[in-house]
């Protein structure tokens, strides 16, 4: 069965430091995409960044980067630079790129709290 | 561009009541998806609706029903509403099923007594 784990329920990091969120999955599938969503308080889910499983590169966006270690099945979600806007739940989730439907499958959430 | 829009923003029912929430988007996408996140937890699949004309379950799609109206519009409906479904409610469309990003609406919170 697929499945996302998230370790980490709260973390702390100081602003202007740079954070790792774990994130490790589990699927027999060998193509798939992972995913990233940020949750604020105000509740919406903001799309982060995504890594498809035959990716070469880690991808990166702006100040989010994901370290994508396929052996290890990790992807985890890399802040440089926080900021006190960073402030939110983030949420790991893959799918499956050939179930039908797409459906996302998402993890527990780490919630991240930036001190000033 | 208004993305993914949900109605209402907030509801309470009581026990038994019915009622449709409304999902629409201006994307033209293809596939969209009903989710709904319970405290602590991460979102769930309800029902989703890979391309017009076509809905298939979820993870938990007991106690509910969805509706394709159009490419545009995909409604999910509590015929019966039950305290257990107190939860908040994401609506999320992508061009592809397989291929692309999903994008979320707002979320409708729900309370049932």
């Known amino acids: 069965a697929q499945k996302i784990t998230q370790t980490q329920p709260g973390m702390f990091v100081q602003e202007k430091e740079a954070v790792t969120l774990d994130c490790t999955y589990d699927t027999s599938d060998p193509s798939y995409g992972l995913f990233w969503y940020k949750q604020p308080s105000s509740g919406e889910m903001i799309f982060l960044i995504y890594?498809?499983?035959?990716?070469?590169q880690n991808a990166t966006e702006g100040r989010y980067s994901l370290n994508f270690q396929k052996a290890r099945k990790s992807a985890n979600l890399v802040i440089s630079a926080s900021q006190l806007g960073d402030s939110a739940m983030y949420f790991c989730a893959m799918r499956q790129i050939y179930n039908q439907g797409g459906k996302l499958i998402f993890g527990q959430g780490t919630e991240l709290s930036v001190k000033p | 561009n208004a993305g993914v829009t949900q109605t209402p923003k907030f509801q309470v029912l009581k026990t038994g009541q019915s009622m449709t929430l409304q999902c629409a988007q201006d994307?033209?996408?293809?596939?969209m998806y009903w989710y709904r996140q319970d405290p602590g937890m991460g979102l769930r699949l309800i029902y989703y609706?890979?391309?017009?004309?076509?809905?298939d379950k979820g993870e938990v799609p007991n106690g509910y029903n969805v509706s394709r109206l159009n490419k545009r519009e995909f409604s999910l409906r509590l015929e019966s509403a039950a305290p257990s479904q107190t939860s908040v409610y994401f609506c999320a469309s992508s061009g592809q099923p397989n291929g692309d990003t999903q994008y979320f609406g707002p979320g409708t919170r729900l309370t049932v007594l």
């Open positions: 609706s890979a391309s017009e004309g076509t809905t």
């Open positions: 890594q498809g499983s035959y990716d070469q």
């Open positions: 994307m033209n996408h293809n596939s």
